[in-house]
């Protein structure tokens, strides 16, 4: 099996008997040898180098030869192209996955007890991640009922973690200033130190805050009256605990942009606003 330099892949990649084909192939009439893939990508044989490009954005449907599953995968980017006895590998990285494509990936990567223990134990966190749009959304109580113990269980522990935080960075803090010290570098790492502690607090509650947010909306009342009133708190909470970033990119979301593109959106909003602003003072101010 050949194995992907591991900065490009951090992934345990496995063989398997897979083919891979362009998007529009839907009869897998021209398929290319798939070589070996994990839970964030995939390599396959190609006779020419020119077929891909590294950086290249593709999309490909992928069948598994094993259970004769077919699946898509959309938002691909090429790795890289490396030749290999007069052939060429592509090595490619799944960058959007919907929650059915990471179902149908998983299966062609997971097949028994030891292949997943082996796979998971080089994965990150971000490889389960998923785009929502075309992720159907349950309507089984029970898991809504799961995923909001989830979320019972993120916001204690953010809370704990958060505290631990604060407490090391106030002691490490406190001996900085013990010192009384006037040596340059030490003033810098006191004022380092500083602002990660105020970024730290920072970043904590927004995810805090989200994650309360998210609490609140999965357990909003059915009766009408109580429905209004929740939904007039909800309001109330994120203008108390979400920056105005935050709110401008969960309002964008609503108009179906995905969470990258609507924070993106809604810092370039702000930073126009406030170089509206600085201009207008300019031009009182002359």
């Known amino acids: 099996m050949f194995q992907l330099d591991i900065?490009?892949?951090?992934?345990?990649?496995?063989?398997?008997?897979?083919?891979?084909?362009?998007?529009?192939?839907?009869?897998?009439?021209?398929?290319?040898?798939?070589?070996?893939?994990?839970?964030?990508?995939?390599?396959?044989?190609?006779?020419?180098?020119?077929?891909f490009l590294p950086d290249q954005e593709i999309s490909l449907r992928v069948r598994n030869l094993?259970?004769?599953?077919?699946?898509?995968?959309d938002s691909l980017r090429v790795v890289h192209i490396q030749a290999h006895d007069g052939h060429f590998l592509c090595g490619c990285h799944i960058q959007q996955v919907t929650s059915s494509q990471l179902l149908s990936h998983h299966r062609l990567v997971i097949t028994d007890a030891k292949t997943a223990n082996d796979s998971l134990l080089g994965s990150e966190i971000g490889e389960f991640n998923f785009i929502e749009e075309g992720s159907p959304i349950s309507t089984d109580p029970a898991d809504l009922q799961e995923a909001s113990m989830a979320l019972d269980l993120a916001v204690a522990e953010m809370q704990y973690n958060q505290r631990e935080g604060e407490q090391s960075l106030s002691e490490m803090l406190q001996q900085l200033k013990w010192q009384e010290t006037t040596e340059p570098s030490l003033l810098a790492l006191q004022q380092q130190l500083e602002k990660?502690?105020?970024?730290?607090?920072?970043?904590?509650?927004?995810?805090?805050?989200?994650?309360?947010?998210?609490?609140?909306?999965?357990?909003?009342?059915?009766?009408g009256a109580d429905k209004k009133a929740w939904k007039t708190m909800l309001s109330d909470f994120e203008n108390r605990f979400l920056?105005?970033?935050?709110?401008?990119?969960?309002?964008?979301?609503?108009?179906?942009?995905?969470?990258?593109?609507?924070?993106?959106?809604?810092?370039?909003?702000?930073?126009?606003?406030?170089?509206?602003?600085?201009?207008?003072?300019s031009q009182i101010n002359h």
């Not at 892949?9 to 897979?18: H, P």
């Not at 730290?200 to 805090?208: D, P």
Request: proline share 2%; hydrophobic share 40%.
């Open 243 to 281: 920056t105005e970033k935050l709110q401008i990119a969960f309002d964008y979301m609503h108009q179906g942009m995905a969470p990258q593109e609507a924070l993106a959106n809604a810092e370039k909003l702000l930073q126009e606003n406030i170089n509206s602003e600085m201009a207008e003072k």
């Open 196 to 223: 990660f502690e105020q970024f730290f607090r920072q970043v904590g509650n927004s995810a805090m805050a989200l994650s309360i947010l998210a609490k609140l909306i999965a357990h909003t009342p059915e009766d």
């Open 66 to 73: 094993e259970s004769g599953e077919i699946f898509c995968l």
């Open 7 to 51: 900065e490009q892949r951090q992934s345990y990649r496995v063989t398997r008997q897979f083919e891979v084909t362009d998007f529009d192939d839907i009869d897998f009439l021209e398929p290319f040898a798939g070589n070996d893939v994990n839970l964030t990508g995939l390599s396959f044989w190609v006779e020419e180098a020119d077929w």
